[in-house]
């Protein structure tokens, strides 16, 4: 129930392509489900982040997509760029004391030019 | 610049010996978090600390310690006893239970 799926595992995508990445849940407590981009050798970095309460947030080429009843969340990268080429966490947060963020394995992304 | 700052960037370690990686914040968060990155097993959580003098086990504890004496520093200490200890270490902080989470640079560990 705490788990966060996540996939693909890696991605190759045309420079101008979308790309696209899935993540599921089980516990319908989870309340916040932010994205964050990973460069190698850097921390990650918050990239975008949806409430259950809306179905899609975009922010630029940064879109992401929410199903609340099939319990699935998704990012997609329009016009990808080499420089996007990363590594993509997905993330869920519950409510209550604990608030801590549950980590899908991670898309390692790479955009050929 | 506010931000969160680890050190060291490299660190190796001779096996038996003790470690000790260091997390700084000053964006005056309560909540402090250790996670462990390994290839393609995503962010897996150490120890996490919501108030200062006070912290608790995440999901793989065993072979680390840390303290919390400070609200801006919150040490790791990768002990002996952990069996598999090379891995890129990332520390975080967060204000709040529904705010954004901020990562350091990470230390990359070398048992060697």
């Known amino acids: 129930q705490q788990q966060v799926k996540q996939s693909p595992q890696s991605l190759i995508v045309q420079k101008g392509g979308i790309s696209i990445i899935n993540c599921a849940y089980e516990n319908t407590a989870f309340d916040y489900f932010p994205w964050y981009q990973q460069f190698p050798g850097k921390g990650p970095a918050l990239l975008i982040a949806i409430r259950p309460d809306v179905s899609e947030k975009k922010e630029g080429r940064f879109t992401i997509s929410f199903n609340k009843s099939a319990k699935q969340f998704s990012l997609h990268i329009m016009d990808s760029q080499p420089g996007d080429s990363a590594t993509y966490f997905c993330?869920?947060?519950?409510?209550?004391?604990?608030?801590?963020?549950?980590f899908g394995k991670g898309t390692k992304l790479s955009v050929k030019p | 610049d506010g931000g969160i700052t680890q050190s060291p960037k490299y660190l190796f370690r001779k096996e038996g010996q003790n470690v000790t990686l260091s997390c700084e914040q000053n964006?005056?968060?309560?909540?402090m978090y250790w996670y462990r990155q390994d290839p393609g097993q995503g962010l897996r959580l150490i120890y996490y600390s919501q108030i200062v003098n006070d912290f608790q086990k995440g999901d793989i504890a065993e072979g680390y310690s840390v303290s919390r004496e400070k609200k801006e520093s919150f040490p790791l200490t990768v002990t002996s006893a952990q069996k598999n200890p090379t891995a890129f270490y990332l520390c975080?902080?967060?204000?709040?239970?529904?705010?954004?989470?901020?990562f350091g640079q990470g230390t990359r560990l070398t048992v060697v």
């Open positions: 975080a902080s967060q204000q709040g239970l529904s705010t954004e989470a901020f």
């Open positions: 993330a869920a947060r519950g409510p209550g004391s604990q608030g801590n963020l549950i």
């Open positions: 964006l005056n968060h309560d909540a």
